[in-house]
């Protein structure tokens, strides 16, 4: 959690309203008039070390525990967070109490003793119960709101309607591709010819079972990749070198239907296909950190303007925002060494 200048205004007027609440008891107790130490309401140095001073180390004390506590802590679950800081609390209490005690020493003003020390702990410590009570609370209203408004977003869209539309959509781009790629084959032997439309036989299928489920195996998804490359293969011959790097204990792991084709053809299409000598196509998928990592890369020509290339097709355009609606995250475009392009992302 990141503090914002409003917020820390918030806190730091938190405080100092206490600060002056507290100037205005010690002054209504002692009669307006000095006595033991106590100046009268007018008197700035009396507010300082009786009301000012003991505030702005609370208030700097809360600043100590939402470091610690909240901001280095902000990717850990909220309960840790919690945790931690209520055991900070009467630690920093504790360090800054003395802290004071030692300035006040130093100006030879008094502060309290014995048991009337015990306010001196009392005040801090429900202060700052209260701050970041309220802290707690507003974050996890935020964190809700944000989650309502996406549920929110994702009802009022259709998600699922919508998403079956987006898969859909990349039907006459990909069979475009490969019935061109049978049209060409049909004229030299009608017994490759019938082997390419039993491949696409099979990839109808599957682009079938697409439609009608969330999710399927990497096992199922690669296969179905592997025959889309075939296809092109057969177009593309020797200029079509393929790699794969996909970890086979992964291959019982579940993602949504489609996502690597339309990053495979759209290598193949502005990366490749313009190449005389052709390229490599390389897919590789991997664990890091509990996430899936997800590479496909070309050694063809590359591309200056990456941003550019979500408005060229909706291949690429439609599996991004398939990401985002679904894992809240994106296409990564990067330079391939020594050249052609590098598309990424995790789920």
Do not use: C
């Amino acid at each position: 959690m990141k503090l914002s200048k409003k917020e820390f205004l918030l806190i730091f007027g938190f405080y100092f309203f206490f600060s002056i609440l507290y100037r205005i008891v010690l002054w209504y107790n002692g009669g307006g008039v000095e006595e033991d130490g106590f100046w009268g309401w007018t008197d700035l140095k009396g507010y300082w070390f009786m009301g000012g001073l003991p505030y702005l180390f609370y208030f700097v004390a809360s600043m100590i525990i939402w470091f610690f506590g909240m901001f280095l802590l902000r990717d850990k679950p909220k309960v840790l967070q919690m945790v931690v800081v209520f055991l900070l609390i009467p630690i920093v209490i504790y360090y800054t109490r003395e802290v004071r005690y030692l300035v006040l020493d130093h100006y030879g003003i008094g502060h309290l003793r014995g048991l009337g020390a015990i306010w001196d702990w009392y005040i801090p410590f429900l202060l700052l119960l209260i701050q970041f009570g309220f802290m707690f609370s507003y974050n996890y209203h935020i964190e809700n709101q944000k989650k309502l408004k996406l549920e929110g977003e994702l009802r009022t869209a259709a998600l699922k309607s919508e998403l079956s539309a987006l898969k859909a959509q990349l039907n006459p781009h990909f069979l475009y591709n490969v019935f061109n790629t049978i049209n060409a084959a049909i004229p030299s032997k009608n017994e490759r010819a019938r082997n390419m439309i039993a491949e696409l036989s099979d990839l109808f299928r599957y682009q079938l079972k697409a439609s009608q489920v969330e999710k399927v195996s990497i096992a199922e998804e690669m296969e179905f990749v592997q025959k889309y490359l075939q296809l092109e293969k057969e177009r593309f011959q020797e200029r079509l070198h393929i790699k794969l790097n996909v970890d086979e204990n992964l291959l019982d792991e579940k993602i949504p239907p489609m996502l690597i084709q339309p990053l495979v053809e759209n290598s193949i299409k502005h990366g490749l296909a313009s190449l005389i000598d052709g390229g490599e196509i390389s897919i590789s998928i991997l664990k890091k950190d509990d996430k899936l990592f997800f590479e496909i890369a070309d050694t063809g020509v590359g591309i200056k303007n990456k941003m550019g290339i979500f408005e060229k097709g909706i291949g690429l355009k439609n599996t991004q925002l398939r990401l985002e609606k679904i894992y809240q995250t994106t296409l990564n475009l990067t330079d391939n060494s020594p050249n052609g392009l590098k598309v990424s992302f995790e789920l």
